[in-house]
């Protein structure tokens, strides 16, 4: 898996409020259904992820894994998620997993002249781990490394009961001249393929390009 082949990687695009944000994802990414005309397509689209996410499993597992799914996208909506995608991979002949979610969010109010400052001043409240700031070539962003406590669904897991996982994770937030935060996550609960996701990610949020209303590029101030 690299991000550095020309034909390993798919162009990602929204649409935000009079900017347009790009990106690059390397190839291997499993990518959850946002775009449906109404529930019932949503659920066609979601059993055909459940397929491919497990070729080998039984269609009772497939529409249980479709169901777990379906139960999140409120809370997707909700985070302003725009692209969730999953990747495995083996690392040292350990099988691997990470996350990648792009999201919108509201800038809050009382950013200011310094959303860069603000955002990471709130992150270091909030205590979700370490947090920096750094200059992409889209604009200033801050970064956030840490690791939270989620869980497991049962219908994934041998004992049939939802289990207790550590995630290790790298955030990244961008704020844009409309009001908003650009949020690119990447979490993985397996430590061995930290080095390589972590590197992988790098190279997603890299590749981040604004562009206005009339197809120029911009980056962001700061």
């Known amino acids: ?16 409020d009079g900017i347009d944000v790009r990106w690059i994802m390397p190839e291997g990414f499993l990518e959850l259904p946002f775009e449906a005309d109404d529930l019932d397509e949503l659920a066609l689209k979601l059993i055909d992820f459940a397929k491919q996410t497990l070729p080998g499993g039984t269609e009772e597992i497939q529409r249980e894994y479709a169901a777990m799914c379906a139960a999140h ?50 992150l270091r409240h909030l205590e979700l781990g370490q947090v920096g700031e750094t200059q992409l070539p889209c604009g200033p962003a801050v970064t956030c490394v840490g690791n939270r406590s989620s869980s497991i669904d049962g219908a994934l897991t041998q004992s049939g009961r939802a289990e207790p996982v550590w995630t290790s994770f790298i955030q990244v937030q961008i704020p844009l ?27 997603i949020v890299k590749s981040v390009r604004f562009f206005d209303e009339d197809g120029s590029m911009v980056v962001m101030p700061g």
Do not use: H, K
């Open 1 to 16: 898996m690299t991000t550095d082949t020309a034909d390993e990687l798919r162009a990602r695009q929204l649409e935000g």
């Open 73 to 122: 996208y409120d809370e997707f909506i909700e985070a302003g998620v725009q692209y969730a995608g999953f990747v495995t991979t083996e690392v040292d002949g350990v099988r691997c997993t990470a996350t990648v979610n792009v999201s919108l969010i509201d800038l809050d109010e009382r950013a200011g002249d310094n959303p860069v400052g603000f955002l990471a001043t709130t």
């Open 177 to 203: 001249t409309n009001g908003t935060v650009l949020v690119l996550e990447m979490g993985t609960p397996t430590v061995e393929g930290w080095d390589v996701f972590s590197s992988m990610f790098a190279g």
